[in-house]
Nanobody, 128 residues
Framework: QVQLIESGGGLVQPGGSLRLSCAAS????????MGWFRQAPGKEREFVSA????????LSADSVKGRFTISGDNAKNTVYLQMNSLKPEDTAVYYC?????????????????????WGQGTQVTVSS
């Protein structure tokens, strides 16, 4: 079994910052990428950011570029999401995910079906 444990969510005022963490544990396996998605009430789960281990490349949704930064440690199967200048529209449950297979094009990691394992999610609420 593989488990993804997210932490770091909470309540923050607009303009504030949070840092999410995610660690994968369980049986040993190799991964190609780890990513973050989010789901707001009444909306579909959407891509936020991903890190592709080969080359350390990163992808981000346009809505978070310049505000969110993804980083991680491949050897530890750990990924972080530093979120700055948070806005009320960032309020959502944030999910960590792991992709085992590599993809021919990077943008494939923006799709939910590129990922094999998912965490339970951590709530982020941005409100004054």
């Amino acid at each position: 079994q593989v488990q993804l444990i997210e932490s770091g969510g909470g309540l923050v005022q607009p303009g504030g910052s949070l840092r999410l963490s995610c660690a994968a544990s369980g049986r040993t396996f190799s991964t190609s990428a780890m990513g973050w998605f989010r789901q707001a009430p009444g909306k579909e789960r959407e891509f936020v950011s991903a890190i592709i281990w080969s080359g350390g490349l990163t992808l981000s949704a346009d809505s978070v570029k310049g505000r969110f930064t993804i980083s991680g440690d491949n050897a530890k199967n750990t990924v972080y999401l530093q979120m700055n200048s948070l806005k009320p529209e960032d309020t959502a449950v944030y999910y960590c995910a792991v992709a085992r297979a590599s993809r021919a094009v990077m943008r494939a990691f923006k799709r939910r079906d590129a990922y094999d394992y998912w965490g339970q999610g951590t709530q982020v609420t941005v409100s004054s």
